[in-house]
């Protein structure tokens, strides 16, 4: 196995230590907007696997490139605003522009002690799971295009300003131009969805609640719990109830939210780290390599060393 696909981890620190210093501003460690243009250094940087370790919003300007995130492959054009949350792995596959050098983007990144602060809603984007991972793209009208161009100016410009309060009327203009990103893509979300999900009039706030509760949960143990009882515990609820409320609001079992949070891991550390299998095993808290063997050909068809070699 090559070392170059090993995975990188990066955060703040990292992506200032990337970039020109005239090309960023920021609030130490936890808050940087970043101006990037094209360099070839960069291309070199970039087309390695990352997992980040705070939080991302990506605004192309001009230019096209592809970039996997979370192994799924995404065109990001003129107008595309891009989230990457915590933990994410991202790797530019291919710059498409022509003329290279008029690439260009607005990169915010964000701690995820900045990110905890935004003043946003966030249960309905929780409500949706896994989607934001699936569906992390989405394409700006003019319009937006404008509003969001005319918002990370005034951010980048208060960053850098040295005013009294500067940290906070940061948060509030990221907080604001984060809300209408989250109420775009969850507009772009209803749109694409082709499965049916049962309507809005039969999730009780408690039942939405408690399935928040659960991703929450899930989030945070699914490498070291994968049984729906430890959950269910939890919650202080069955685990039959708990996994047909899952099906309810989401359309997906218990078990099964549980599995596809093991199967990204999985997929990841396969895909994009020299991990020996035995300690993906351990990191994932499986019994023994054959139980994980037969766990992961049962969701993807091949054995974990097929889907790495292939």
Known sequence: MNNMR???DFNIKTLKESFPMSSQVGLGEDFCIFDVRYDTDMEKKFSRPLRLEGNIILFCVRGSIRMSINLNEFDIVEGSLVIVTAQDIVKVERIYSQEPHELHFIMIAMSQNFFSDLKIDFR???????????????????????????????????????????QD????????MASIAAGQWLASVDKIKSRSLVSTNLRSDHKRLVFQQFMKLIHENYSKEHQVIYYADRLCISPKYLSRLCKEISGKSAPEWIDAYIMLDAKNLLKYSTMPIKEIVYRLSFSNQTVFYKFFKKHTGMTPTEYRNS
């Open 6 to 8: 090993d995975l990188k």
């Open 169 to 176: 009327a940061v948060r509030s203009l990221v907080s604001s």
């Open 124 to 166: 309905k984007i929780l409500s949706e799971g896994l989607t934001l991972i699936e569906t992390p793209v989405i394409n700006l009208d003019n319009e937006l295009q404008e509003v969001f161009t005319d918002y990370l100016k005034l951010i980048a410009r208060i960053t850098d300003s040295g005013l009294r309060m500067n």
